[in-house]
């Protein structure tokens, strides 16, 4: 045991070095682009960005705030990769600085090249801009959300066919509940924009490869499945603006879950109930801690770099932009609004989330599934039952523990419901169609 646990620390430690390398050589290479090489695209995206915002103003009640999206994000990207200096390559890969007007910073967006900048974004990796600024080269913004678009479409196919190979109907059903929950959250309106793209690819890509391992590496010990969970918090931290990551790891856990239960479900008819409900809240916690540990180890090797790069406390920001985040009042130097609450931060999230008819259905919907269960007595797999709860609730835990950002944000925070969404239905679908109890005893018998 404490071989295999040296095993995978070494395992972890060569993983983050890789990563950290070309992280950082990829930022550097297109901050190496001149910007003159993607100014008349920029300056052709403006339409684009002002029909989103345009199309924001449709969506001010409660009920479609999932469906807007971040046009000053999209703005503040924009500015970055038309201000980093080719000329000083490692500086201006760390700095992130741009020009802000006072409003969104794309109003200026023609101007923003010869301004001069007034604003740095240090703490974050902007690990967006190696695959957006060479796509600028030869693409405007419209062109570059089809594309992203056509991304999606196609990781959600390839996810259906990965899952149904190994699972039959359960795989996909898992796939196509995840599809089911980015519609139901508008995601197919916003998250092929720049600030919400990435996540929701990482999670798919991540989830694929779950799946396409599991036949051959599921008898193994777990190291495989902790580097890539690792893997997916350290790009998440690379090319995320902090919008929703949590789907980073609670869209490949669902289908890891399902994965498991169908894998140690083989004799329905054992009764181990208490044993696979501790095996897979142990997946889960350790899974749970490889992101988090690529996450945070990764994003914090920016703040060290930068730190010394830059020659300025880049750590002391990000830990102050970190309690703001998580919940600053309104006595403390990083807070910019008050009244915040755990409470608000979760009635907000839900209410943008799920409109009345959205919450009726699905209370009818887990009304159904538990008049079934208690009728027909299914043979429930309780691992997959209580696995699919726990991450059902995770984006609760987040809106409760990031109450800061969930309740100023909450328009595309409450997009990590999308894990919820899925986990239901999967749940409700294992109820339903779970043989009976007697069917399983006559079988044994």
Request: glycine share 4%; charged share 10%; hydrophobic share 50%.
């Amino acid at each position: 045991m404490p071989q295999k646990r040296t095993m995978l620390l070494l395992a972890l430690i060569k993983r983050f070095i890789v990563l950290f390398v070309a992280f950082t050589l990829l930022v550097c290479a297109a901050t190496a682009l001149p910007q003159s090489l993607i100014k008349k695209n920029s300056i052709d995206s403006i339409p684009e960005i002002q029909a989103e915002l345009a199309a924001n103003d449709y969506h001010e009640n409660l009920d479609s705030k999932a469906a807007q999206t971040s046009t000053y994000t999209t703005g503040v990207m924009f500015s970055i990769m038309l201000h980093q200096d080719s000329g000083d390559i490692l500086r201006s890969s760390m700095d992130g600085a741009y020009y802000e007007t006072k409003g969104d910073s794309f109003y200026n967006l023609a101007e923003n090249a010869q301004m001069p900048t007034n604003t740095v974004y240090t703490y974050y990796w902007h690990g967006w801009a190696p695959v957006i600024k060479p796509l600028l080269i030869f693409f405007n913004y419209a062109d570059i959300k089809r594309i992203f678009a056509a991304c999606l479409a196609l990781g959600i196919v390839a996810l259906t066919a990965l899952m149904g190979k190994q699972l039959g109907t359960m795989g996909w059903v898992s796939a196509g509940a995840i599809a089911i929950g980015i519609a139901l959250l508008r995601g197919f309106e916003t998250l092929f924009t720049l600030p919400y793209f990435f996540v929701i690819a990482i999670a798919l890509a991540s989830s694929c490869i779950i799946a396409h391992s599991w036949p051959r590496r599921h008898n193994e010990d777990n190291t495989w499945l902790y580097l890539t969970f690792f893997t997916a918090g350290a790009f998440t931290s690379y090319m995320d603006f902090l919008t929703t990551p949590l789907l980073t790891y609670a869209l490949p856990a669902l289908c890891l879950i399902v994965l498991w239960a169908k894998s140690n479900y083989k004799d329905l008819s054992s009764n181990t109930p208490f044993a696979s409900v501790k095996s897979v809240i142990v997946l889960i916690v350790f899974t749970g801690l490889a992101w988090v540990l690529g996450y945070v180890c990764l994003w914090a090797s920016k703040w060290i770099l930068a730190s010394l790069v830059l020659q300025q406390n880049v750590i002391e920001e990000a830990f102050g932009e970190i309690i703001f985040r998580v919940g600053a009042s309104n006595q403390s130097q990083w807070a910019t609004v008050t009244d915040i609450s755990p409470l608000t931060a979760l009635l907000r999230n839900g209410r943008a989330a799920f409109s009345i008819p959205m919450l009726v259905l699905g209370a009818l919907f887990c009304i159904t599934c538990f008049i079934w269960v208690l009728i027909k007595r299914p043979a429930l797999e309780w691992g997959l039952i209580v696995g699919l709860l726990i991450i059902a609730l995770l984006p609760y835990l987040w809106y409760v523990v990031a109450s800061n950002h969930s309740q100023i944000h909450y328009y595309f925070t409450c997009k990590n419901q999308i894990a919820t969404i899925a986990a239901v239905l999967i749940m409700g679908f294992h109820c339903l169609s779970a043989p009976a109890e007697a069917s399983i005893t006559d079988t044994s018998n």
